[in-house]
Nanobody, 117 residues
Framework: QVQLVESGGGLVQPGGSLRLSCAASGITLRNLPVSWYRQAPGKERELVATIYSTFAGTNYADSVKGRFTISRDNAQNTVYLQMNTLKPEDAAMYYC??????????WGQGTQVTVSS
């Protein structure tokens, strides 16, 4: 059974930082593209960042470039999202996503990020 478990969300002041984790079981993330999405109330889910399997290339939404960093720890079978200089508009539920070689999509349950003073 494949599980993606996000953690690391919480309440942070504007300008602060958080590191989200996506820990996988039942699937090896090393060779798969893994993404972080977010969804704020009343808004569509949006792609935040992706880390690819080949040469560990990455891609970011324009709104988070220079502030967020996606990375992976293959030994821990975990993907991280380091979020710096957080803004109120970054507040959302953050979800981890992976797609396997059969194009099956896997989602975590989400972790809430609140940015408020």
């Amino acid at each position: 059974q494949v599980q993606l478990v996000e953690s690391g969300g919480g309440l942070v002041q504007p300008g602060g930082s958080l590191r989200l984790s996506c820990a996988a079981s039942g699937i090896t993330l090393r060779n798969l593209p893994v993404s972080w999405y977010r969804q704020a109330p009343g808004k569509e889910r949006e792609l935040v960042a992706t880390i690819y399997s080949t040469f560990a290339g990455t891609n970011y939404a324009d709104s988070v470039k220079g502030r967020f960093t996606i990375s992976r720890d293959n030994a821990q079978n975990t993907v991280y999202l380091q979020m710096n200089t957080l803004k109120p508009e970054d507040a959302a539920m953050y979800y981890c996503h992976a797609r396997d070689f059969r194009n099956t999509d896997y989602w975590g349950q989400g972790t809430q990020v609140t940015v408020s003073s």
